[in-house]
């Protein structure tokens, strides 16, 4: 049971559940091109599972039981995304029709049963051969997001709710060109810096594009962790700012401040394109509203060798399936930092919230009262921040399904509802029913 029921909000907050092209639709079906995650999981090693998007959810044939359900749950709003090599196969020049109609068909079929649809225009899956040319690295990268944008939103921005470009630009620029965990695999800073400022110049010229066809309502999606050193040293406390800078500031402040923090810039200067400045105006235009994604807490120590000299080290919180911490307050605190420093007013969105856990589907029902408890205590917090003034409209469970956890693969379950990957079939998640019964009009 929840703690709380939609009348706790004001009556205009928003419910919502998320979802991603590549982690649900089945990406081999459907004329879609080749993208690097693809090629990524094709190299021994990098996914813990060995497996890949090639089927996921085959959410592309069970699109309306899949409505179906996110309507049923009396949710507001659908949160999902578009697959670039879906439209687009190579990145650049021929439209695949057959993905356009699919996106079409999805974004009507949201309206009919009263949801409104919240577009990500990226999430992760970048065309092979865009990777080929340097996919992140190359500034080009830009003008061939503009493109995709303005084929995509030619078709479904005139009845999208609202659109974002990029989710999750930290995990776009750093997660995937210097730790390596995601695709394309890199672990090189120049690559790092370089992915980090082209995915915001992206985002502008996205926006850009939109803001061109008469679009409103956009916005950006970044991702937070809450650092907290590890002991009481001057060297803890100083790691824990890096990382807090080039995971909680870099992004934030290049949108909303036209600036890089200048502690990330010790690092990272010296590898940035030549003018990056010139960029700012671009990446800092005006938004609607923006998202917060926001899961866990890390405890950072000082480690020796080159910049960032920090390591993440285990905390003693209650975990997940995937081992991060729970840590509700962390939300509050990115709700309250991100409105005061940043962005002022503006509307903001809880775009992504959820948890892992290894569910079991037992006599057809799934007992995650886990969930349950993560979901209601973030949800608390939530309510704290609108009660202290912040402008927070909308709360985004991740996720609507079980799905493909990218290199963790189908093994962490961050569903409300259960999806047995052999069958297909779709169960609802205890979750599922307490947020059905807590949102009821
Ligand atoms: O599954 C991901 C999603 O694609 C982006 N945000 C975090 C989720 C959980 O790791």
Sequence with gaps: MFSHTRQDFPSDFLFGAATSSYQIEGHA???????????FAQTPGNIADGTDGAVACDHLNRWPEDLDLMRDANFDVYRFSTSWARVMPEGRGPVNEAGLDFYDKLVDGMLERGLKPAATLYHWELPSALNDLGGWRNRDVAGWFADFTQVVMERIGDRVWSAAPINEPWCVGFMSHFLGHHAPGL???????????????????????????????????????????????????????????????????????????ADVMEGLGAHMPDNYQDDFDLIG???????????????????????????????????????????????????????????????????????????????????????????????????????????VKGYFTWSLLDNYEWSEGYV??????????????????????????????
Excluded at 238 to 254: E, H, P, Q, V
Excluded at 300 to 328: D, F, R
Aim: charged share 20%; glycine share 10%; with cysteine.
């Design 29 to 39: 079906q459907g004329g879609a091109g080749r993208t690097h995650w693809d090629d």
């Design 187 to 261: 672990r090189d800073i120049r690559a790092t810096a370089r992915a980090m400022h082209h995915v915001l110049l992206a985002h502008g010229r996205s926006t850009e594009v939109m803001r061109g066809l008469g679009m409103s309502n956009l916005g950006a999606v970044c991702n937070f962790e809450y650092a907290v050193p590890a002991d009481g040293s001057p060297e803890a406390a100083a790691a824990t700012r890096t990382y807090d800078g080039y995971y909680n500031r870099f992004f934030i402040s290049g949108l909303m401040n036209k600036s890089y923090p």
């Design 285 to 391: 235009q005006p938004l609607d509203w923006v998202g917060l994604n926001y899961y866990t807490r890390k405890r950072i120590a000082a480690a020796p060798g080159p910049w960032p000299h920090l390591e993440e080290v285990p905390g003693s919180l209650p975990k997940t399936q995937l081992g991060w911490e729970i840590y509700p307050e962390g939300l509050h605190a990115f709700l309250k930092r991100v409105h005061d420093g940043y962005t002022r007013g503006l509307p903001l969105y809880v775009t992504e919230n959820g948890m892992a856990w290894n569910d079991k589907l037992v006599n057809g029902a799934v007992k995650d009262d886990k969930r349950i408890d993560y979901l209601d205590t973030h949800l608390t917090q939530v309510k704290r921040a609108i009660d202290e003034g912040i402008p």
């Design 412 to 441: 962490p379950r961050f569903g409300i509802v259960h999806v047995d990957y052999a069958s297909q079939t779709r169960t609802p998640k205890a979750s599922y029913l307490a947020l059905q019964k807590a949102l009821a009009q």
